[in-house]
């Protein structure tokens, strides 16, 4: 049993016993629900299957520490990413397709017909420049990464493994930052496996989702929006300085350490899409 210490509205204390699972770490050893002995000196990956059906509850009660992911120290190492290498290389990607939009568009003679007929009727009947629409298109693709990343917080990132066998998978994705939200090293995906991602996502816009010309601006602002987010994430936990990382800071501390609000608040760069879909409060 623990004591929770409730303050009413009178000034007065009064101490409610609730039976509660004590997941606190003595001496780097922590003994879970199901017996096994969680080794807080050892790699996380190794172990996080053993957890069993407790994975979510475990995850929940985050640690304000490091914690080790391999056993390996030059594995370790190699697995920090510093938060500033992803807008150093995202930012001028995002810049490189928008400037291949605008080309497209303008300097392609022999892809005429290629062009989306929207865009050139737009451009024909309104005679607003291209490197302007290009910029428009730019913007939508923020747009369209803040509801990707509504939808891949809540359903991906929250997804409960249907067996202690999917724990690994889950603890790779996002796990590990809920068990230790302020290591500062590992708030952001590795390059290796970001940049995977990225020129996977370039093939589907490229080649299934958008018309030529149309899709570089896109895909540049999705790119964008991907390092807005990640440097918001970092700095809402590290540097909330000034109104608008304050504001995330006290969302997403919200979203991390309120047992009430963990299945809610998913947006990190906006709270628009957790109003429209009800997952604000």
Known sequence: FCINFIVLN????????????????????????????????????????????????W????????????????????????????????????????????????????????????????????????????????????????LFEYFVHKHAFHWEPPSSAWNLTHFVGHGMHHLTPTDKYRLVFPPAISMTLGFIFRFIFYKILFPFGVRSAIYGGFMVGYACYESIHYLAHHCPVGNYLQQRFIHHSQHHFNPHKQDKLYGVSTQIWDVVFGTYA
């Open 10 to 57: 009178k000034g007065t204390m009064s101490t409610k016993p609730e039976r509660q699972r004590e997941w606190s770490v003595v001496g780097h050893s922590q003994v879970l629900p199901n017996g096994y002995i969680m080794k807080w000196d050892e790699g996380m990956l190794k172990q996080c299957v053993k957890v069993g059906k407790f994975y979510h509850e």
């Open 59 to 146: 995850i929940d009660h985050p640690k304000l520490r490091r914690v080790r992911m391999f056993d390996s120290d030059y594995i370790e190492a190699a697995s920090f990413t510093p938060w500033w290498i992803v807008p150093a290389i995202y930012i001028p990607w995002s810049l490189l397709e928008l400037e291949l939009s605008h080309y497209d568009f303008t300097s392609n003679p022999e892809n005429v017909d290629r062009q989306s007929f929207i865009i050139e009727s737009i451009q024909s009947y309104t005679g607003i420049p291209f490197i302007l629409i290009s910029i428009f298109l730019y913007f939508v693709g923020i747009i369209l990464w803040t």
